[in-house]
């Protein structure tokens, strides 16, 4: 999955809106899935993790745990999904549920005066031209903000498709890194939580999750509604029905 490199927000938004705009018009109709990004705690049973994602009546599933191989696909096998992953991401483990991949891997892309940044991707295509990359990353406490984004649309620039749309999940160390992470990305990538249900005075709640979801480009990927899940633990999920259109 390699393809010409870049290393600024400018340049990756550039490559994407030429992407955007050489794709031809018409097509099939949409696609639609439901993309949950939930996280499980420390000794949460699979059973438990995998009754929430039923629930949820999700499509593809980007799954933050503390857990080892087994667990994992433990949760796959009794939410009747195919596993990629899990890959090590230090205090976490990170995979994806939903169909079979083409192809996934897990790399650690350096940062600068921080931690690495944990990155576990797979490639689906959904039909005869249509492509979804799922992007799952881990920030450690103490990593910087804004070079971790930095790393991060970096290699989104350099081995993601360029006609592939994208589903992106982050597990930030507290809500005030994920809030930071949201608006650093907005240039390139939506957060899901927009998609949420207005409340009576026509505002969108700001509700805190512990692994956001983003997609993009806009021009392939949208988003049309989500939801909250409720934890145990008191961190709410989230679940958003993502229309991909090219």
């Given at each position: 999955m390699r393809l010409r490199t870049t290393t600024t927000l400018i340049a990756v938004a550039a490559s994407l809106a030429a992407t955007a705009c050489a794709v031809r018009l018409g097509g099939p109709k949409p696609l639609t899935y439901r993309t949950l990004a939930i996280a499980a705690e420390e000794g949460e049973a699979p059973a438990a993790v995998a009754q929430r994602i039923r629930a949820a009546a999700a499509d593809y599933v980007l799954i933050s745990?503390?857990?080892?191989?087994?667990?994992?696909?433990?949760?796959?096998?009794?939410?009747?999904?195919?596993?990629?992953?899990?890959?090590?991401?230090?205090?976490?483990?990170?995979?994806?549920?939903?169909?079979?991949?083409?192809?996934?891997?897990?790399?650690?892309?350096?940062?600068?005066?921080?931690?690495?940044?944990?990155?576990?991707?797979?490639?689906?295509?959904?039909?005869?031209?249509?492509?979804?990359?799922?992007?799952?990353?881990?920030?450690?406490?103490?990593?910087?903000?804004r070079p971790a984004v930095r790393a991060l649309t970096s290699y989104i620039a350099t081995d993601v498709m360029s006609n592939a749309a994208v589903a992106m999940a982050i597990d930030a160390p507290d809500a005030e890194a994920g809030d930071s992470i949201a608006t650093l990305l907005r240039p390139l990538f939506s957060d899901a939580r927009v998609c949420l249900p207005r409340s009576g005075n026509g505002e969108r709640a700001r509700t805190r999750v512990r692994v956001h979801l983003f997609h993009g480009p806009e021009a392939r990927i949208g988003c049309e509604g989500a939801s909250i899940i409720e934890e145990e633990s008191g961190v709410p999920a989230l679940v958003a029905r993502l229309i991909v259109n090219r």
């Open positions: 745990a503390p857990a080892d191989s087994a667990w994992f696909a433990e949760v796959a096998s009794l939410a009747r999904l195919t596993l990629s992953g899990p890959g090590n991401a230090g205090s976490v483990s990170l995979a994806f549920l939903g169909s079979e991949p083409l192809g996934d891997t897990t790399i650690a892309l350096p940062v600068a005066d921080g931690r690495p940044l944990i990155v576990h991707d797979a490639l689906y295509k959904l039909d005869s031209y249509r492509y979804l990359d799922l992007l799952a990353v881990r920030v450690e406490p103490g990593t910087p903000v």
